[in-house]
């Protein structure tokens, strides 16, 4: 589910700040681990 987010986020469907709390640690996990470590910031 982490990796969808990630997804949206990059694509612009979505933001971090709208990931859900549970889910933002392991979200911030692949994004950084893609290069997008600046989209994690809300």
């Known amino acids: 589910m982490a990796e969808f987010y990630a997804y ?3 694509c612009g469907k979505t933001t971090y700040a ?3 709390a ?3 640690p392991a979200v911030k996990v692949v994004l950084t681990d893609m290069g997008y470590e ?3 910031e809300e």
């Open 38 to 40: 600046e989209l994690c």
């Open 18 to 20: 709208k990931v859900p």
């Open 8 to 10: 949206r986020i990059l």
């Open 22 to 24: 549970k889910l933002k």
